[in-house]
């Protein structure tokens, strides 16, 4: 069939004829690619231009040339691929003469004619960006039961196994999970291996995920340590952060290359800081640079000088990183902090207060001076004042022996709880008391258990403030041995929520939670009874909750019938 068009130009009308006028390919499942057809396109005037093409919503359609002059026979092909069974339909469109003629295509896209059929066959995923996708398994004239595996952590495919109609076809999901793998220019490859069974005929198809794993914009979150002194050899630093690989590299500002660098994993790379940069006084910038598409880190200062640096503020109970409570006794970490020889909290004019300086050391949280407990080179604990503000970017500073303070920022909360632990690493056995009506001040372990309903005493620092104290001052209080004139030392209101062996204690089982005599308010120590239905064993988790906010996991006493 022919079907012609006239345009009219500036000289003459010209004609324009493309045969056939319609196009119609079919397809079976699983079959090779149906062959090409051609449409032929001719002008009354020789040489008219012309443009083809086909719509973009049709990527199965194509037709080539795509320009040109006439007369030409354009080529036209599909390319099913992973288009469901039934009838699909487009055009291709040609442009000539100030006109436009549309051809219309037909594709008729079948079952097998026995067996199944998977599409597509090789599914690509990319990280960052497209970590999802699937494909349909179609069944013939005869119902297929089917099943598959995948031998790669990463990826996961849902469902698993099942059955198909005939005529029939189910998707099968594929989600790609890069967490742990490194960016490589080589993709990850997985194997999904599918099982079909129709009738009494076996089948083994295969289904291939590639995923490509792109470098992500890297950060630099801790140096440690914090700072070097002044004068130092070569001095291996550890560089904590995120999106670390094999090609990350690290530079500090005004060097002519990179650091020398060593990749521990992808949040931890080692980096040479050389002599010649730790000669004077400095702070130098680091930046971690992944190639594209990842990008450069933010800088991070390292301190080149002999004053104190801050490596990390955290619980001294639990040793979290987080916010910090008024009152809580919180650990400082870094270097040049205090004295070689450690010194402990002191109440050097006897008035019932911790000193808020001593050899030297003096702490400010907000503006306020924190109580000193403990300080050495290396770590320094304090109490943080009950009179600090709360909210994020709160300045602590610290200073040792006249030289130039350093400083970091905390966040302020209402309450951060942490229990203490018998090891002193803030994880395992709590430092915990069984009473167990013969001997009060047993320490509780494998050895020597709690029993369900016994009272237990915990120890915790974090609560916050107490609703109503009777002491005027409260920052750097050391508890007096008498107890106030009520009567009753003051508890916290409301109480914790302390949870034993996956059970919370009821409130009549809460016997105490308040100060210690004779130690720095912000010290809780909690009297409770473990409670009914309490898991038992040698390492039975505990924790407690003030405030919505629940202590750090990985505390556990020891529990038997």
């Known amino acids: 069939m022919l079907l012609t068009a006239g345009f009219l130009n500036a000289s003459a009308a010209t004609t324009v004829t493309v045969s056939p006028a319609a196009l119609k390919f079919s397809w079976q499942m699983g079959s090779t690619l149906p062959g090409t057809q051609t449409l032929s396109v001719t002008s009354s005037a020789a040489g008219t231009v012309f443009t083809a093409g086909t719509p973009v919503g049709a990527p199965w359609l194509s037709v080539a040339p795509e320009q040109g002059r006439l007369p030409a026979s354009l080529t036209v092909r599909v390319n099913p691929g992973s288009l469901t069974p039934g009838t699909w339909t487009s055009a291709v469109t040609i442009n000539a003469a100030g006109g436009a003629y549309?051809?219309?295509?037909?594709?008729?896209?079948s079952l097998p004619a026995g067996g199944v059929t998977i599409q597509p066959t090789g599914i690509p995923l990319i990280s960052p960006g497209t970590l999802r996708g699937s494909f349909a398994l179609a069944a013939g004239p005869q119902a297929v039961t089917w099943s598959l595996t995948s031998g790669e952590p990463w990826l996961t495919v849902s469902p698993s196994a099942g059955a198909v109609l005939?005529?029939?076809?189910?998707?099968i999901g594929v989600t790609a999970d890069p967490t742990g793998l490194f960016p490589q220019s080589a993709p990850y490859i997985a194997k999904i291996t599918i099982l079909t069974a129709v009738g009494a005929i076996a089948r083994s198809q295969t289904v291939t995920v590639s995923l490509t794993v792109n470098p992500g914009l890297p950060s630099i979150t801790s140096v440690w340590p914090p700072s070097i002194p002044v004068g130092s050899p070569d001095t291996v630093v550890t560089i904590r952060g995120t999106n670390f690989y094999s090609g990350t590299t690290i530079t500090a500002a005004g060097s002519p290359k990179p650091l020398k660098v060593t990749l521990a994993n992808y949040d931890v790379i080692l980096a040479t800081i050389p002599q010649a940069m730790l000669s004077a006084p400095n702070t130098l910038s680091l930046t971690a640079t992944n190639p594209p598409p990842g990008g450069a880190s933010a800088p991070f200062g390292l301190v080149v000088g002999n004053g104190p640096a801050i490596g990390a503020v955290t619980n001294s109970a639990s040793y979290a990183l987080g916010p910090v409570s008024p009152g809580e006794i919180v650990s400082i970490f870094g270097q040049n902090l205090g004295p070689a020889t450690a010194v402990q909290m002191t109440d050097a004019n006897g008035d019932g207060f911790a000193d808020t300086s001593v050899a030297g050391v003096n702490v400010i949280i907000d503006g306020h001076p924190a109580p000193l407990i403990y300080a050495s080179t290396t770590q320094v604990n304090v109490q943080v004042p009950y009179n600090v503000s709360f909210g994020a970017g709160k300045v602590l500073s610290i200073a040792f022996a006249g030289a130039a303070p350093a400083q970091t920022t905390v966040t302020i909360a209402s309450a951060a709880p942490g229990i203490f632990s018998a090891d002193g690493s803030g994880l395992g056995q709590a430092v915990a008391l069984d009473d167990d009506?013969?001997?009060?001040?047993s320490i509780n372990s494998s050895t020597n258990p709690a029993k369900i309903g016994q009272p237990v005493v915990l120890y915790a620092t974090g609560e916050g403030n107490y609703a109503s104290l009777p002491y005027p001052v409260e920052t750097g209080l050391i508890v007096p041995m008498t107890p106030p004139a009520s009567g009753a030392?003051?508890?916290?209101?409301?109480?914790?929520?302390?949870?034993i062996g996956g059970v919370n204690a009821k409130p009549t089982d809460l016997l105490y939670a308040g100060p210690i005599p004779g130690c720095i308010l912000g010290l809780l120590e909690i009297h409770v009874k473990v409670p009914a239905g309490a898991t038992t064993g040698n390492a039975v988790p505990v924790s407690v909750t003030i405030g919505g906010v629940t202590s750090q996991a990985g505390v556990t006493l020891a529990v038997h019938p």
């Open 166 to 171: 005939p005529g029939e076809a189910v998707s």
């Open 489 to 499: 030392y003051p508890q916290l209101n409301p109480l914790p929520v302390v949870t």
């Open 102 to 109: 549309t051809v219309a295509v037909t594709l008729v896209v």
């Open 437 to 441: 009506g013969a001997n009060a001040s």
